[in-house]
């Protein structure tokens, strides 16, 4: 069983960054596909950055391509997302989440991003930018 804990959100103004972190116990060995998730009011949830390690494969959503950096600090068991020059329209709860699917190196540049890929979720943290 993987549980997942979020932290380092708040709140900033544009232009400014954010360093999220999550925390995973149990399982989460490096054939799991590890990402990070976000959901605005009233929207979906959708998937910011993706990471699978034994595949050495990182997937970003096009919104964030240049700004966010996902990244796994094994030894601590822990996932992060570098978050740069932010701006309103990245305000959301941000979540963490672990999943494991058969072929993932075939599969992760087409499931990665996808929650329904995902098991295991963190309750999340909130990010709001102000203008």
């Known amino acids: 069983q993987v549980q997942l804990a979020e932290s380092g959100g708040g709140s900033v103004q544009a232009g400014g960054s954010l360093r999220l972190s999550c925390a995973a116990s149990?399982?989460?060995?490096?054939?799991?596909?590890m990402g990070w998730f976000r959901q605005a009011p009233g929207k979906e949830r959708e998937g910011v950055a993706a990471?699978?390690?034994?595949?050495?494969?990182?997937s970003y959503a096009d919104s964030v391509k240049g700004r966010f950096t996902i990244s796994q600090d094994n030894a601590k068991n822990t996932l992060y997302l570098q978050m740069n020059s932010l701006s309103p329209e990245d305000t959301a709860m941000y979540y963490c989440?672990?999943?494991?699917?058969?072929?993932?190196?075939?599969?992760?540049?087409?499931?990665?991003?996808?929650?329904?890929?995902?098991?295991?979720w963190g309750q999340g943290t909130q990010v709001t930018v102000s203008s």
């Open positions: 990471t699978y390690t034994a595949g050495g494969l990182t």
């Open positions: 149990g399982n989460t060995d490096s054939t799991y596909f």
């Open positions: 989440a672990a999943g494991r699917i058969s072929y993932a190196s075939i599969r992760f540049a087409t499931r990665g991003l996808l929650p329904g890929t995902y098991n295991a």
